[in-house]
């Protein structure tokens, strides 16, 4: 089987994919379109992807520059994630950009990370081209909030219907965002 996860940047896909990254029955590639990728695949269809476990779990961070239609049509599941709270993703793609600190904990610092219109208008119009394309759409949709909140994480499980995830838990390891709270001492 063929899973791809196709998600919104800072919508929790690392982490999800994780979750099959270390199941032996998987295979994982995450983003073989992105250059900047260790599993990139350079001008590689995603038909003619290899992988020698019985499953592949394939996570794509959607840009609105790219065309997913060859990957999605060789995909058996599709889980689109994206992310409700628009204000946290921000600034979580901020930190990153900024710091270079795309899987490590971190606490946000509102003094080190400017919001300038530039960024949040690439941001509304890659939430609104990704909405309008994908979400409620004909893929199954879970969001941030819901995954990781509010227990949306067995709906993925019954989504899959396969034996191999039917008893690992979610999540593995935990957020990336730390909420330091000022102390008088």
């Not at 119009?125 to 909030?145: A, C, G, P, Q, R």
């Not at 219907?161 to 979610?170: C, L, R």
Request: hydrophobic fraction near 30%; aromatic fraction near 16%; proline fraction near 4%.
């Amino acid at each position: 089987m063929i899973i791809t996860i196709l998600a919104e940047p800072r919508s929790g896909s690392t982490n999800l994919t994780n979750w099959f990254y270390f199941n032996k029955n998987f295979t994982t590639l995450f983003e073989p379109e992105n250059p900047n990728s260790k599993w990139f695949q350079n001008n590689i269809d995603p038909k003619d992807y290899k992988f020698k476990t019985k499953h592949l779990c394939i996570k794509e961070i959607y840009y609105p520059t790219l065309n997913w239609n060859s990957l999605l049509n060789v995909s058996d599941k599709i889980i689109v994630l994206y992310r409700e709270n628009t204000q946290e993703q921000l600034e979580s793609f901020l930190n990153a950009v900024n710091t270079d600190n795309w899987h490590l904990p971190y606490v946000y610092k509102t003094s080190e990370n400017s919001i300038t219109k530039e960024k949040t208008e690439y941001f509304k119009i890659l939430k609104s081209e990704f909405k309008e394309k994908y979400v409620n759409k004909d893929f199954f949709t879970i969001s941030y909030e819901e995954l990781y909140y509010n227990n949306g994480f067995k709906k993925i499980v019954n989504y899959l219907n396969i034996e191999e995830v039917k008893n690992i838990g979610f999540p593995i390891g935990n957020k990336y965002r730390i909420n330091k709270t000022k102390t008088l001492i």
